[in-house]
């Protein structure tokens, strides 16, 4: 069974500061997702990885994919107030192309 | 023009009722989920149906039951409350290929 380990789970920096998020998956997966989830709200979709040595960035934010290390990085660049939120990924196996895992989610606070 | 929405967004009642919540999609996508996220955030799949067809049925107690009278619609019905319910519960929507998930608003389900 696909496990997805995420870490750190709490994250707390200043703004200005780079950071990154890990999400290791246990087993193949074809596809890797990244999504951001603001406090009392849903979980909006970030960025979709497809391929080994996949990279997508938005803004401050920058998602890799080393498939072969079964790794992705979620990678902050100079932190603002604006990307305090619980960030998930979530991978989806080989196997069973219905169902995604999701990792615990690591809480990213900024201060300034 | 809301992607996928869910009703209703608070349930409040008390132990042992029956209650059901509903989920519409208007993005087409032919691929539903409900998902439970617990005081922790932590997010567990629950069940997922394509194009009306259950395809994941993790384990949870009997006493939940979705049901799916079209690709657009995925419904949750929880029999006997429990205070362990207590949780929000999460729709959401995909399309078979691999694309993100498309989550609703959520619904907050708190048990007395």
């Known amino acids: 069974e696909l496990k997805v380990e995420q870490n750190p789970l709490f994250l707390s920096m200043q703004e200005g500061k780079n950071y990154t998020i890990y999400c290791n998956y246990s087993?193949?997966?074809?596809?890797l997702y990244w999504y951001r989830q603001d406090p009392g709200k849903s979980l909006e979709s970030l960025f979709v990885?497809?391929?080994?040595?996949a990279v997508k960035q938005e803004g401050r934010l920058m998602a890799s994919l080393d498939t072969k290390a079964r790794l992705s990085t979620l990678h902050i660049t100079a932190a603002v107030h604006d990307l305090s939120a619980t960030y998930f990924c979530?991978?989806?196996?080989?196997?069973?192309?219905?169902?995604?895992?999701f990792g615990d989610g690591t809480t990213l606070t900024v201060k300034p | 023009d809301t992607a996928v929405s869910q009703t209703p967004k608070y349930l409040v009642t008390q132990m042992g009722n029956d209650k059901s919540i509903k989920c519409e999609q208007n993005?087409?996508?032919?691929?539903m989920y409900w998902y439970k996220q617990d005081s922790k955030k932590f997010l567990k799949i629950m069940f997922s149906?394509?194009?009306?067809?259950?395809?994941i049925n993790e384990t949870v107690p009997n006493r939940f039951s979705p049901k799916s009278p079209d690709k657009a619609h995925l419904n949750l019905h929880i029999n006997s409350l429990e205070l362990g319910d207590s949780a929000v519960y999460f729709c959401?929507?995909?399309?078979?290929?691999?694309?993100?998930?498309?989550f609703g608003d959520g619904t907050r389900l708190s048990i007395l």
């Open positions: 959401a929507s995909s399309q078979t290929g691999g694309g993100p998930q498309h």
């Open positions: 087993t193949t997966s074809d596809r």
């Open positions: 990885l497809l391929s080994n040595g």
């Open positions: 979530a991978a989806r196996p080989d196997t069973n192309a219905g169902k995604s895992t």
């Open positions: 993005l087409g996508h032919d691929t």
């Open positions: 149906y394509n194009n009306k067809e259950l395809i």
